[in-house]
Structures are given as C-alpha cells and as structure tokens.
C-alpha cells in the first residue's frame, strides 16, 4: 500500500536516524519498520493521513484492532513501544507537542497457570518403599509438601522444634516473615515420624534443620529440587517434578475437594486471595458436567 506522504515522510526520517545515530542493528530496523508499516496502513484505513491527527484516542483504536486481529499481548505490546519510540522522535524533532502513546499500554500477559499432578500421578510419585534414611527423608519432604502446601523455602527452613506431631501441626515463617501454623496429617505425619526415628542417623551434633543432607546440615532448597526431579524419573512420573508442584497440586486438590478458596488461603499463607485464585484451575470439561448435571434448565434440554 502507498502511504500518504504525511504518513510516509517522517517515518523515512525516522528509519534513518535509527540507522545512522541510533546505529541499531539491521534487524531491530526491520522490525521497526514491519510494526509502523502496519500502524500507518491501519490509520489510512480509518481516515487518517498524518500523525499530527493521531492522538490516544486513535493509539488504543489501535491496540484494540491488534487486539481483535489475534495478536499476542507480548506482540501488542512490542508494536506499541515501537509507536511510541517512534512519537518520541517526532516530540523531539518539534512535529509534535506531546507523545500521544504514552499513556496507551497493552494487556497484561496472562500468566501462566503453574501445572499440577492428578491424584493418581501423586500416588505414582509418592509410592516411595525404600528404607535408607535418604529414602525416607526425601518422601517425608515430598508427603508434607503435598499434605500441607508448604513453599519450598518454607520447608527447608523447618526446625525439628517447629514441629509437632501430637497436635498434628507446623509452625511456618512464610513470606515477609510472617507465622502461620499449618495442621498436616495422614501419611504426611506418618512419613515425618518415620524420618524423625532416623534423623539420627545423618544430622550433625546441634543441627536444628528438620531436613538435612547427607552432610548433616540443614539441606538446601537446590539440593530438595534435584531429590524430587530424580523421584519423578524413578517413579516414571510422565512430568518434571519440583517442589512448587506440590504445592500447587496440594491447592488444586483442596479447591476440588472443598471448594473453599478462603480455607485453602490460609494454608498457603497468601495474602491476597487473588493470588489464591490463580492457582485454582479448575478443569472446563469438569464444570461443565458439573452444570449440566446439577443446572434445572441444563436438564430440561436434555433429549
């Protein structure tokens, strides 16, 4: 497509002063370029032939029609920060008064949801039969890991005296310091009672760690990553395992069982309940049955 010469003159200047004072590799000129292209075709589309009649108004039609067109909240906000660079020029070479991008951003990317297990590949993983003190060890982290949703650094930073299993219960310094008391039981407090009975066998004279290496001092978060990765192989677990694994497969299967985001909060120790709900996932397919079964109205169309 031509340009209108309002359209295409400054951006000839401005592809130029990227090439010779801004020295940018060729690439990162390309890109320019393919971004300002497609903003300065779009803008013709609606009506408009010089950048002076660009304010934000039109900047956001534009991050709406990227948006709308499919594109990637990390490709909007690329094409975007290509515009403003781009009115930054103009503000400077007096074309325009104010950058009129500037106050126009793109969507927040999506964070990605962490991956859980499924109870049967928990049961996989956890099904640990060996009986050295390493073996034990390593299932008493992972049991209480995934019996009370403890954060990696959480658990590594347990002191024997932290514990109780008559009560059933933690004491964890969680973020910012912060003190919860977390009940655990089942096969969590099984396996902890197990390793406390061979502690002995490994931890150094005055270690206070729950958890030591083979060392004897306090085992280190690096050292818990590895254990749990090399467990996922051993017991042909088809995903990688790391500790945050749990700890979400742990909230996922609370949230499931209960329903009760504001119970399952305060066993992570989250702050905000938001945080909370971004590691409750339920599956579609599993809502959906759910409303089909349950919703009146659901049932009524049913054939």
Not at 35 to 47: D, F, H, K, S
Not at 129 to 135: F, G, M, N, Q, V
């Amino acid at each position: 497509m031509s340009l209108p010469a309002g359209l295409e003159k400054p951006l000839q200047r401005f592809y130029e002063y990227l090439r010779s004072e801004r020295e940018l590799s060729l690439h990162t000129q390309q890109n320019y370029k393919r971004q300002l292209t497609t903003l300065a075709e779009q803008l013709v589309a609606l009506g408009v032939d010089n950048w002076q009649a660009v304010d934000a108004g039109w900047v956001r039609q534009l991050a709406s029609k990227g948006m709308r067109d499919g594109l990637k909240a990390s490709s909007l906000s690329m094409r975007l920060s290509a515009l403003r660079s781009f009115f930054d020029y103009l503000v400077q070479q007096g074309v325009l008064k104010a950058n009129p991008a500037k106050g126009v951003s793109a969507p927040r990317k999506a964070r990605p949801l962490p991956k859980n297990l499924d109870v049967d590949e928990m049961d996989q993983l956890l099904s640990v039969d060996e009986d050295d003190p390493l073996a034990i060890r390593d299932r008493a982290m992972m049991e209480l890991m995934y019996g009370a949703g403890l954060r990696l650094s959480e658990l590594v930073s347990l002191d024997v005296k932290d514990v109780s299993l008559r009560k059933g219960d933690l004491r964890v310094i969680g973020k910012g310091d912060k003190e919860r008391v977390v009940p655990f039981a089942g096969l969590a407090r099984e396996w902890v009672g197990h390793w406390l009975k061979v502690r002995g066998q490994l931890a150094a004279a005055g270690e206070p760690g729950l958890f030591v290496s083979k060392l004897g001092q306090r085992i280190s978060n690096r050292n818990v990553q590895k254990r749990m990765a090399e467990w996922g192989q051993k017991q042909a677990v088809s995903s990688h395992i790391n500790p945050h694994k749990l700890r979400h497969s742990f909230a996922t299967h609370m949230l499931e069982s209960s329903g009760d985001l504001r119970a399952v909060q305060e066993l992570l120790g989250h702050a905000n309940l938001s945080t909370t709900q971004i590691y409750t996932h339920l599956d579609f397919q599993h809502l959906a049955q759910v409303y089909d079964e349950a919703h009146p109205r659901a049932k009524r169309n049913k054939r």
